[in-house]
């Protein structure tokens, strides 16, 4: 009974961390529309340095002159090493961003490209983001 036990919850265990890896990551599609692009401009509050996708916090002034954060998906923080960039060259930089808006209307954006104002460095996704 003790085995049957023990089995049925290392089991269990594994099909539900399969399961939130699954769900972790997803296809550009699923969440962004490819018929919306934006450019933004504002000053990085926040960040999540991980993968498969680094989350940039943006603050960015709408028309009304009303601070709104946008949170920004781009490439990992392995891929954005490789490209010169490291987590001290963004929290209260100004930065423009280049992407794609959140299918479901949240200020959420996947990033095409955006660059480091000041520090004068720049990330180019070099992945197809648009959908056929």
Same mark, same amino acid.
């Given at each position: 009974?003790?085995?049957?036990?023990?089995?049925?919850?290392? +089991?269990?265990?594994?099909?539900?961390?399969?399961?939130?890896?699954?769900?972790?990551?997803?296809?550009? !599609?699923?969440?962004?529309?490819? %018929?919306?692009?934006?450019?933004?401009?504002?000053?990085?509050?926040?960040?999540?340095?991980?993968?498969?996708?680094?989350?940039?916090? &943006?603050?960015?002034?709408?028309?009304?002159?009303?601070?709104?954060?946008?949170? &920004?998906? +781009?490439?990992?923080?392995? %891929?954005?090493?490789?490209?010169?960039?490291?987590?001290?060259?963004?929290?209260?930089?100004? &930065?423009?961003?280049?992407?794609?808006?959140?299918?479901?209307?949240?200020?959420?954006? %996947?990033? !095409? +490209?955006?660059?480091?104002?000041?520090?004068?460095?720049?990330?180019?996704?070099?992945?197809?983001?648009?959908?056929?």
């Amino acid at each position: 009974m003790r085995m049957n036990l023990a089995f049925a919850t290392i +089991s269990l265990g594994m099909l539900l961390a399969a399961t939130a890896s699954v769900e972790a990551h997803h296809s550009f !599609s699923a969440t962004y529309d490819g %018929n919306k692009p934006v450019t933004l401009r504002g000053t990085v509050s926040k960040l999540g340095w991980s993968n498969p996708h680094a989350h940039i916090y &943006v603050d960015v002034k709408n028309q009304k002159g009303e601070v709104v954060t946008w949170e &920004v998906e +781009s490439a990992g923080a392995s %891929n954005l090493l490789k490209q010169g960039l490291r987590k001290e060259d963004f929290i209260g930089a100004e &930065v423009i961003i280049k992407g794609f808006l959140a299918k479901d209307g949240t200020p959420t954006v %996947n990033a !095409s +490209s955006f660059t480091l104002v000041s520090a004068k460095k720049e990330y180019v996704n070099d992945q197809q983001t648009t959908t056929p």
